[in-house]
């Protein structure tokens, strides 16, 4: 029994198809003391060396054993700014947890359900984190209020630093707030992070875009440094015919205007047209929460994915979830053409079966087109998750350096130009959000260094 973790309650897949709550409710206080007692308090935690921001995962347990919750909040504050985020959406299975000693006979411990209890907790009893230190008179400009930005600011703030957020949107937390659904990270949680960094005196302004009116030459004169936490938001496209009819959208599109807009709602003044089948192309996270989500607006929902399912690369728990809430899955299938009536509308696509080879050399398998599968689906949207890379409008007026690929090139955290430093998605591509954080910090570092 001690080999099994405590297994997290869900809401009813039948239920939760039709609402946008929370699938998980999380540990009761009976179920997190459970879970922690199961912690061996290794002298070595090597579950430690699995977390980008190395939180002091045994002490923070050993605190829950003890019952006290508050210290546990303060040793996972003293290294992550967005505890009730982490605790839900990291991929602890492939960091933390997969190195829980725990693991190697039989379920790790579950290390984000209990930071989620901790900082849901904090949330509930309005813990705060450590209080800034005295201001040390130096300015720095955040662009960008995603993970990255965030944890920037925060642990500038914390070290007395006057700390400045730009947001282009009109409510900070980048995609925590766009992207990932309601049913995965409730907005309220978000905001209630959001709200702590203001405590320790973050001013977070939104609806300001960098790059236009004001720009990085701008912020340099008035800044003693700038980080650029700008994300990765431009979405791919397949480049294939019939793209630009109605109703094809990117995921960033459809999540956005569902999370941040509130298009499901039938006062939306960007409402999503009521459709009966959608199809999404593409097999990771963004691909699991549009289609998970569009099956909450009563959508026919399927993913198409040009691989099967062994090579899905979205979290199993998600892939899990979406199967038990009725997602339809056409796997080996790539569209080749959007159908269109005379109004440019979606009808359908033609697709094509494919056929995985045996694995190369480097151990991964070709994907090629099965002959003689051409067919036609119906369908009246077309969803393309199929990876995004960063949009430079921030960097408009700069002669910042970047890679081919189109990302910030870093020395460090530090970008070619004068005082300003990047990370996260605008620096690494698409990646997760503990990544995002452990940039921020690292900037954080560097900024201090360089300005004490
Ligand atoms: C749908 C979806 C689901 C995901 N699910 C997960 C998950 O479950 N777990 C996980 O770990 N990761 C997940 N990810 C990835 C993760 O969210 C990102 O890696 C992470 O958010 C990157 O953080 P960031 O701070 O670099 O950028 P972002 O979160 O993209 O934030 C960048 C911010 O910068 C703002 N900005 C951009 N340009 C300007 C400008 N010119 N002026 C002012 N502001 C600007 C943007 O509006 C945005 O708010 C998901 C991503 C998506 C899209």
Redesign the pocket.
């Given at each position: 029994m001690n080999d099994q973790k405590v297994k997290g309650r869900l809401q009813e897949a039948s239920e939760r198809v039709k609402n946008f709550e929370e699938v998980e409710f999380g540990y009761n206080d009976e179920e997190a003391l459970q879970e922690a007692s199961r912690c061996l308090q290794c002298k070595n935690p090597r579950c430690m060396t699995g977390c980008p921001v190395s939180i002091e995962i045994p002490n923070f347990i050993h605190a829950i054993k003890e019952g006290n919750i508050k210290e546990a909040y303060e040793i996972i504050s003293r290294s992550s700014s967005l505890p009730a985020v982490c605790g839900r959406?990291?991929?602890q299975e492939k960091q933390c947890e997969a190195m829980c000693v725990k693991g190697l006979k039989g379920e790790a411990i579950s290390i984000g359900s209990l930071e989620r209890y901790v900082a849901d907790q904090a949330i509930l009893n309005n813990f705060s984190a450590e209080l800034p230190k005295k201001k040390n008179g130096k300015k720095v400009a955040i662009?960008?209020?995603?993970?990255?930005?965030l944890t920037c600011a925060g642990d500038l703030a914390k070290a007395g630093y006057d700390v400045t957020v730009?947001?282009?949107?009109h409510k900070a937390?980048?995609?925590?707030t766009y992207?990932?659904p309601e049913f995965?990270l409730p907005k309220s949680i978000v905001q209630k992070e959001v709200d702590s960094l203001k405590k320790l005196g973050v001013e977070v302004l939104c609806d300001?875009?960098?790059?236009n009116a004001l720009t990085i030459p701008d912020l340099q004169k008035k800044y003693d440094a700038i980080f650029l936490?700008?994300?990765?938001?431009l979405p791919k496209f397949m480049g294939i015919e019939g793209e630009n009819a109605n109703q094809v959208f990117s995921?960033?599109e459809i999540?956005t205007r569902i999370n941040l807009m509130g298009a499901y709602k039938d006062d939306s003044k960007t409402p999503i047209k009521k459709v009966k089948t959608a199809y999404v192309i593409g097999g990771g996270?963004?691909a699991m929460?549009a289609v998970r989500s569009l099956k909450r607006l009563g959508v026919d929902a399927h993913i198409m994915y040009r691989r099967s399912m062994d090579e899905l690369p979205a979290?199993l728990m998600e892939v899990e979830h979406a199967k038990d809430e009725g997602i339809v899955f056409d796997l080996l299938k790539n569209p080749v053409k959007i159908l269109t009536d005379d109004n440019n509308n979606v009808i359908g696509m033609e697709v094509v079966e494919m056929e995985l080879s045996e694995a190369g050399e480097d151990g991964r398998k070709q994907v090629v087109e099965k002959k003689d599968s051409l067919h036609t689906v119906e369908c009246d949207m077309v969803v393309m998750a199929l990876g995004?890379s960063p949009?430079h409008?921030?960097l408009k007026m700069s002669n910042i350096e970047l890679s081919d690929r189109g990302l910030i090139v870093v020395e460090g955290s530090k970008t070619s130009l004068d005082k300003v430093y990047a990370g996260?998605?605008?620096v690494t591509g698409?990646?997760?959000?503990?990544?995002?954080m452990e940039a921020g910090k690292k900037a954080a570092k560097e900024i201090m260094e360089k300005l004490s």
């Open positions: 959406v990291c991929p662009v960008g209020s995603g993970p990255a930005g730009y947001e282009v949107l937390g980048g995609v925590l992207g990932i995965r300001v875009p960098i790059g936490g700008t994300g990765a938001g995921a960033n999540l996270n963004v929460d979290r995004t949009n409008e921030a996260g998605d605008a698409a990646a997760t959000v503990i990544l995002a």
